[in-house]
């Protein structure tokens, strides 16, 4: 199904995840063969309607709403409906549905709507998060069952480390290539006498889909060939392609034959389109990635239509100057080159250019194989847009030797530019078990970007019971992308008005540990410990709540942190912050000032005891003390992000550490050096491509 999701694609925020790391074919080049003895064995497998295989929460299904609104009496007899009904009107569990601090109590909620919405309880196409959510479990899947080690592992975002096997995933297109011996009888018809590595992992991956039931469409299956098409590009290890001492990787046949005829037959008119000009160079694009150097025949057919003006529904006429014919002529003849070579071999050795105002040379030096396959693999991307100097540019560099003028910040580049989404779980304060979450919302009034509030009243995930919810953030933490937290677990075994008591001040652990109840307040309360600890351990504020009679204070861990000096304790009267409550709040903090918190009660006004109405409310903080610990939070924010500011310096730049370390590290010889003639020290204001071939 694709939904109409984009009004709720904007609201949510980008997920920099797997989609940036999906292979193309062109990457497949770093394979390598010997075509007098080696063969390549293909095998994919693709998953039949593999976004309606998802199964999503409640959570995520409320928002893939669909409409029209259905009446409630159209709907009786449906799971749905019977499933919302159970959902919506069944008994309130606090260990399960929370305190509902901020929530309209849901005993309260016996009116039955006439009309409900459906939603869609998969993942439409549609979803813009859709990519992400299937590429991340399809691979998290099969590497559950072995596949996927990192010596195989093809990815755009990262050096691939194989040399003979390498496995790739496409959302929902599985692929592996393996070099194998080939046959000498030259019958590529005939199985391997020897399994080949690439079937041993397809087999294992079938294997994997059937035991989850994940349905597929096995008539598609690529199993064991020596030429196939995978995702959009052509391997050709074939015993015929073999004979010629060749086996290539490019765009299929078929379609640079179509892109060269219809490129001969544009050619000879006088007037194209803007949206059929367009569409033609996409597709030879997509060609000359397979043989980049090629792509300088290319020029003036790139500066014929803006493409940002494109209307494809409204294409207009242009046009077709002999130039712009004449290069889509040559390319067109040129198409049945437009090949990578696997069978190309490394030159022990690395070459590299330079040129100045004056003069211009090439250098070589030789390197060990490893080394220069490490280059090859690692320079096919410039790392940012680079374009030549302009003189004033050129003149201060001249002057200035570490001038370096980073794309980001060109004074040339005068276009607005776009907003991008922003990145999804990069929060600066997070509160757990957070109830009503006054302080998340005073904090965001400041400025900083507060993640949800973690509680079971928003979700059933949002327990910190579930090792799935403190895994994720540890890792917020440790990958930068949470800055502090706040944690307020329940203290109700912990409280010394429980009766019977579960626990005792000499027995914090509990009477019977391994209850039910106690053992529940024991995980909760070790767990917003070990979120403590490890604020401590990387220098960010982080802090723990508690009324000040808890008896959480004497578990062990609460004594040890503050012992080794890693968290301190402080407390406040919740009176003195407007509450009309005796009750003194306790705080465990590291990396806040959290002594701006402390206030004793001045005994100067009444107090309503805290029973029956009162007891719930008097666990939700006045908006003073609320406000309080968000301003300790934005004080030791502030500090900490300063203090980064001071010590960790941008390090942008155009450079490549490993090819500083090359051009270091070897002896290199001038192999020609040629003088400009002042006519040619002219620098062109425009793009500047550094091609690279094998």
């Given at each position: 199904m694709i939904g109409d999701r984009r009004l709720r694609n904007w609201f949510e925020a980008k997920i920099p995840s797997v989609s940036r790391g999906l292979p193309t074919a062109s990457l497949m080049s770093v394979l390598e063969v010997d075509p007098r003895r080696q063969c390549l064995r293909i095998c994919a497998a693709d998953r039949r309607d593999f976004y309606h295989q998802f199964k999503v929460s409640e959570q995520r299904a409320a928002t893939n709403g669909l409409w029209p609104l259905l009446s409630v009496s159209d709907l009786e007899g449906t799971q749905a409906l019977a499933a919302w009904q159970q959902h919506k009107h069944g008994p309130y569990v606090r260990t399960k549905h929370g305190d509902q601090f901020g929530r309209p109590d849901r005993r309260s909620a016996d009116r039955r709507p006439q009309v409900l919405q459906a939603c869609f309880s998969s993942i439409p196409q549609g979803d813009h998060l859709g990519v992400e959510f299937a590429t991340d479990a399809h691979k998290t899947f099969l590497e559950g069952h072995g596949l996927f080690c990192q010596r195989e592992d093809l990815r755009a975002d990262s050096v691939f480390r194989g040399t003979e096997v390498l496995q790739g995933l496409v959302i929902d297109d599985f692929f592996t290539v393996s070099v194998e011996t080939a046959d000498k009888e030259g019958h590529e018809d005939n199985p391997p006498a020897v399994q080949s590595r690439a079937l041993q992992r397809f087999q294992l991956a079938k294997q994997a889909y059937q035991s989850a039931d994940l349905k597929g469409s096995d008539d598609k299956d690529l199993v064991d060939l020596t030429r196939a098409k995978v995702i959009g590009g052509e391997i050709d290890s074939a015993c015929s392609t073999r004979r010629l001492g060749l086996t290539t990787l490019a765009a299929p046949a078929k379609k640079r034959l179509a892109l060269a005829y219809l490129s001969a037959e544009i050619a000879q008119l006088p007037y194209t389109t803007d949206a059929l000009h367009v569409c033609l160079l996409g597709g030879w694009v997509h060609a000359l990635m397979y043989r980049r150097p090629l792509m300088c025949v290319l020029d003036k057919a790139f500066k014929l239509v803006d493409a940002t003006k494109l209307d494809?529904?409204?294409?207009?006429?242009?046009?077709?100057?002999?130039?712009?014919?004449?290069?889509?002529?040559?390319?067109?003849?040129?198409?049945?080159?437009?090949?990578?070579?696997?069978?190309?071999?490394?030159?022990?050795?690395?070459?590299?250019?330079?040129?100045?105002?004056?003069?211009?040379?090439?250098?070589?030096?030789?390197?060990?194989?490893?080394?220069?396959?490490?280059?090859?693999?690692?320079?096919?991307?410039?790392?940012?847009?680079?374009?030549?100097?302009?003189?004033?540019?050129?003149?201060?560099?001249?002057?200035?030797?570490?001038?370096?003028?980073?794309?980001?910040?060109?004074?040339?580049?005068?276009?607005?530019?776009?907003?991008?989404?922003?990145?999804?779980?990069?929060?600066?304060?997070?509160?757990?078990?957070?109830g009503a979450g006054k302080v998340s919302k005073f904090l965001a009034e400041r400025g900083w970007v507060c993640g949800p509030i973690i509680d079971l009243d928003a979700s059933p995930f949002f327990n910190l019971r579930m090792l799935r919810l403190l895994s994720w953030v540890y890792h917020l933490f440790e990958q930068a992308l949470l800055d502090s937290a706040m944690i307020e677990p329940p203290c109700t075994t912990f409280s010394p008005a429980q009766h019977p008591a579960s626990r005792g001040y000499d027995q914090p652990r509990g009477y019977q540990p391994l209850e039910e109840k106690t053992l529940e307040g024991t995980e909760l309360a070790l767990r917003s410990l070990a979120i403590i600890k490890l604020c401590a351990s990387l220098r960010k504020p982080g802090l723990l709540e508690q009324?000040?009679?808890?008896?959480?204070?004497?578990?062990?861990?609460?004594?040890?942190?503050?012992?080794?000096?890693?968290?301190?304790e402080n407390w406040a009267a919740s009176c003195a912050y407007g509450?009309?409550?005796?009750?003194?709040?306790?705080?465990?903090?590291?990396?806040?000032?959290?002594?701006?918190?402390?206030?004793?009660?001045?005994?100067?006004?009444?107090?309503?005891?805290?029973?029956?109405?009162?007891?719930?409310?008097?666990?939700?903080?006045?908006?003073?003390?609320?406000?309080?610990?968000?301003?300790?939070?934005?004080?030791?924010?502030?500090?900490?992000?300063?203090?980064?500011?001071?010590?960790?310096?941008?390090?942008?730049?155009?450079?490549?550490?490993?090819?500083?370390?090359?051009?270091?590290?070897?002896?290199?010889?001038?192999?020609?050096?040629?003088?400009?003639?002042?006519?040619?020290?002219y620098q062109h204001p425009g793009n500047f491509h550094n091609m690279q071939a094998p």
């Open positions: 494809a529904d409204k294409p207009k006429l242009v046009a077709l100057p002999r130039g712009v014919a004449e290069e889509l002529l040559v390319i067109a003849v040129l198409a049945p080159f437009l090949a990578t070579n696997l069978a190309a071999v490394f030159e022990p050795a690395i070459y590299a250019t330079d040129a100045s105002d004056a003069k211009g040379a090439f250098v070589a030096c030789k390197a060990p194989l490893p080394e220069v396959r490490a280059l090859w693999r690692t320079g096919r991307k410039i790392g940012g847009y680079a374009r030549m100097l302009t003189r004033a540019e050129a003149l201060i560099q001249k002057l200035d030797p570490s001038f370096q003028l980073l794309s980001e910040g060109h004074p040339a580049v005068f276009e607005p530019q776009s907003i991008e989404r922003p990145r999804a779980h990069r929060f600066h304060f997070i509160e757990l078990c957070g009324p000040r009679k808890s008896k959480m204070r004497r578990l062990e861990e609460w004594i040890a942190l503050l012992a080794l000096g890693l968290a301190e509450s009309p409550h005796q009750k003194e709040f306790v705080f465990l903090s590291t990396g806040l000032p959290a002594g701006d918190l402390h206030r004793k009660c001045t005994r100067d006004h009444q107090h309503i005891p805290i029973q029956g109405k009162w007891t719930k409310q008097s666990a939700v903080y006045t908006d003073q003390l609320a406000w309080a610990i968000a301003e300790c939070f934005h004080k030791g924010l502030y500090a900490m992000h300063r203090e980064a500011r001071q010590h960790s310096p941008k390090t942008l730049g155009l450079e490549s550490v490993l090819c500083n370390d090359v051009l270091l590290s070897h002896s290199w010889q001038v192999l020609k050096a040629l003088a400009l003639e002042k006519t040619h020290t």
